[in-house]
């Protein structure tokens, strides 16, 4: 199983990013894929949830601001990201839950500062 994350990078606040994560090894289209994030001295958290149906979940900091989404003909999962506020700023992982292991991909960093 791999995971490919990209997309991230330095943007001011208010301004929006989108993060690609492309899965192989897995069936991506029955896969629940999830966005986390770390920020420097805090615990990874869950940012955004999708499961196979399309159905999402984001947690409340986010919810409004970010849409997570997935392209199971690309077996590709993204995340638009709109009005950074600087609290955003952290590593970005995309996850997946497969064959009873976790998986994260390599993490790509989101810093939102002016």
């Known amino acids: 199983v791999q995971l490919q994350a990209s997309g991230g990078g330095l943007v001011q606040p208010g301004g929006s990013l989108r993060l690609s994560c492309k899965a192989s090894?897995?069936?991506?289209?029955?896969?629940?894929m999830a966005w986390y994030r770390q920020a420097p001295g805090k615990q990874r958290d869950v940012v955004a949830t999708?499961?196979?149906?399309?159905?999402?979940n984001y947690t409340d900091s986010v919810r409004g601001r970010f849409t997570i989404s997935r392209d199971n003909s690309r077996n590709t999962m993204y995340l638009q990201m709109n009005s950074l506020k600087p609290e955003d700023t952290a590593v970005y992982y995309c996850?997946?839950?497969?064959?009873?292991?976790?998986?994260w991909g390599r993490g790509t960093q989101v810093t939102v500062s002016s």
């Open positions: 996850h997946v839950f497969w064959k009873t292991r976790n998986f």
């Open positions: 999708i499961i196979s149906s399309g159905a999402t």
């Open positions: 090894g897995i069936a991506f289209k029955i896969a629940t």
